[in-house]
């Protein structure tokens, strides 16, 4: 395993690609000779192995293996010419390749604090692998996974978090659908909150999906007494965002 980076070109092949659900397809890609170093919230740039395909960038939704292999979830956009290639070209036994790793949207896995990672679409990526991270350092730490999806059918990773659920004494899932009256949390995760947490000044907060999502849940969690300093965001941008001097922002097109 590499350790130091950002590295550029590493190629990785795809073990795996999986429909979760109508518009997001989650990859499994193992290193075909070095692996990448990395820390659980970080992201990568994905491609084809020719670089015919622009770069784009995908959180790591995985802690890191030993066998080095990654996972990534990948949203259609339309007319995104990375993601369409994704979902309609991209088999299992081809070579791509990934650059990085990028981003600090990272936990302190030792830390005692209380965590609440709020996740809205396909930024479930980085917050399944924070959760992932703090669990296996400290499998009795509270860590509480709140997900935003429209309706049931746009949920990832359900059954892998109501089993944690079970294994976990600290850990708690929560899931709202927006588009869903019927189900058990119905509304958006800023307007939900206050009647799920009296306070949250005690909570180290990740907060990661489209823009309006992750400001609604910063100003909210703020509400309610979190401190700025412990309110961590990332944010996923459907359009290319310019590199400005440093790392690119998620671009999932």
């Known amino acids: 395993m590499i350790g130091a980076g950002p590295w550029e070109d590493l190629r990785y092949q795809v073990l795996s690609k999986q ?4 518009v997001v397809a989650e990859l499994r890609l193992y290193p075909c000779t070095e692996s990448m170093s990395y820390q659980a919230g970080q992201y990568a740039l994905l491609c084809d192995a020719s670089h015919a395909m622009p770069q784009r960038s995908y959180s790591i939704a995985n802690t890191p293996r030993s066998d080095g292999l990654v996972s990534m979830l990948v949203t259609r956009v339309p007319n995104g010419a990375t993601s369409g290639w994704v979902h309609d070209r991209l088999q299992p036994g081809e070579d791509v390749a990934l650059s990085g790793p990028y981003g600090t949207f990272l936990i302190d896995p030792a830390a005692p604090t209380p965590l609440l990672l709020l996740a809205g679409g396909s930024g ?6 924070l959760a992932e991270a703090a669990l296996s350092a400290q499998p009795g730490r509270s860590v509480t996974l709140f997900v935003s999806a429209r309706t049931a059918a746009d949920v990832i990773s359900r059954d892998w978090f109501e089993r944690w659920s079970g294994a976990y004494a600290g850990f708690r899932y929560l899931l709202t659908l927006t588009r869903d009256t019927a189900a058990p949390l119905h509304g958006r995760v800023p307007t939900l909150l206050p009647d799920l947490f009296s306070q949250l000044d005690d909570h180290e907060i990740f907060v990661s999906g489209a823009p309006g999502f992750v400001t609604a849940c910063a100003e909210a969690v703020r509400t309610l ?3 700025a300093t412990k ?23």
């Not at 429909?19 to 109508?22: E, F, Q, S």
């Not at 479930?124 to 692998?129: E, G, I, Q, T, Y």
């Open 231 to 253: 309110v961590h965001t990332e944010p996923f941008f459907v359009e290319p965002q310019p590199w400005l001097g440093r790392p690119p922002e998620h671009s999932p097109v």
């Open 19 to 22: 429909l979760v659900t109508p």
């Open 225 to 227: 007494g979190a401190k």
């Open 124 to 129: 479930l990526a980085p917050a399944r692998a």
